[in-house]
């Protein structure tokens, strides 16, 4: 069965010229994006996705960075659990801790500037997509390469 989840590249990662390196990964592993963009993220915007941590000592600083830039947003589908394969892929918050080969492992040094963003669970998932996408923008395609990644 095909999952999707939530991704967005913050904008360190944009204004660091890294969108390419960061989506070229989930590609590989054989991921497909099914929608996404480029967005100045609205304050508004910022204070849905990040609602759960509203009133925490680093919430201000949150939505002033995550709405300082462009970012982009996307849905990444795959098979199976989709939303644990891509945070392992993208790594411990904290990148003093993320492993090596992860992104951030790779790319990033400090918590506050950890270059994207990955949903923690379907149901957030599930939200975060509804916040920047509408059904119509999400679209649903096979890869040429799909019976090669998958069994049966």
Partial sequence: ???RTFVMIKPDGVQRGLIGEIISRFEKRGLKIVAMK???ISRDLAERQYEMHKGKKFY???IEYITSSP???MV???KGNVVELVRRMVGSTDPSDASPGTIRGDLSLEIGRNVIHAADSEENAEREISIYFSPDEIL???RIDEEWLYEG
């Fill in 1 to 3: 069965m095909y999952l």
């Fill in 38 to 40: 480029l967005v100045k």
């Fill in 60 to 62: 201000d600083g949150l």
């Fill in 71 to 73: 970012a982009v947003v």
């Fill in 76 to 78: 990444v589908e795959g």
């Fill in 140 to 142: 649903s395609y096979k």
